[in-house]
């Protein structure tokens, strides 16, 4: 199975300012034949299941504010929250689909306010 | 609006059963792969199982962690999915969730259920 490695486990960011989360796979998600990276990103809050956000590594999924973007190809990805909000304070995870159906996630990365 | 309803969570001993269903709406559920994924208390997400559309003949899959244990199935004219889970172990006690696969090009999860607790302890 393709490993995700998600860094870092947790971080505190202040209110405004800029989250990044790193997402590494064991191997590589770009499917030549179309060129697009199977992993996606999801936000998962306290008490609720994860909600899609990012797609094909850097789709953003309808409804999603712009402040979240996804970038990266290959086996590294990027997950970015521009203007950290306080409705983000969350889990975040990765997931490979190029495995599917053995699809994997990330260990997720908690997101905090400094 | 699509819906994901799960049912059948609950406290079982180990070495018992227990159903969940998945009650669907919103969406042409015949049309889709769903799945399960779950998570243990406090840990990540773990994927269990799919089941394909008649499309492609219903065809089920697995997890290693659950092969041979459990077993997916659907029925279209309820729009509902279930989880039948047999010789539990306290290590499959997780919130169940119900998803739906974005389409059979791609594995990612735009819907996913609330959720059904599963409890395997004596």
């Known amino acids: 199975d393709i490993v995700m490695t998600q860094s870092p486990d947790s971080l505190a960011v202040s209110l405004g300012e800029r989250a990044t989360i790193n997402c590494n796979s064991s191997?590589?998600?770009?499917?030549?034949?179309?060129?697009?990276?199977?992993l996606a990103w999801y936000q998962q809050k306290p008490g609720q299941p994860p909600k899609l956000l990012i797609y094909?590594?850097?789709a953003r999924e309808s409804g999603v504010p712009d402040r979240f973007s996804g970038s990266g190809s290959g086996t590294d990805f990027t997950l970015t929250i521009s203007s950290l909000q306080a409705e983000d304070v969350a889990v975040y995870y990765c997931q490979q689909f190029l495995g599917s159906p053995r699809t994997t996630f990330g260990g997720g990365t908690k997101v905090a306010i400094k | 609006e699509v819906q994901l309803v799960e049912s059948g969570g609950g406290l079982v001993q180990p070495g018992g059963s227990l159903r969940l269903s998945c009650a669907a709406s919103?969406?042409?559920?015949?049309?889709?792969?769903m799945d399960w994924v779950r998570q243990a208390p406090g840990k990540g997400l773990e994927w269990i199982g799919r089941a394909k559309n008649k499309a492609n003949s219903y065809t089920t899959d697995y997890a290693a962690s659950v092969q041979g244990r459990f077993t997916i199935s659907r029925d279209d004219s309820k729009n509902s999915l279930y989880l039948q889970m047999n010789s539990l172990k306290t290590e499959d006690t997780a919130m169940y969730y119900c998803?739906?696969?974005?389409?059979?090009?791609?594995?990612?999860?735009?819907?996913w259920g609330q959720g059904t607790l599963v409890t395997v302890s004596s």
């Open positions: 998803v739906k696969e974005y389409d059979f090009w791609s594995g990612y999860y735009d819907y």
């Open positions: 919103g969406f042409t559920f015949s049309d889709h792969y």
């Open positions: 094909w590594a850097s």
């Open positions: 191997q590589s998600l770009l499917y030549r034949s179309n060129n697009k990276n199977y």
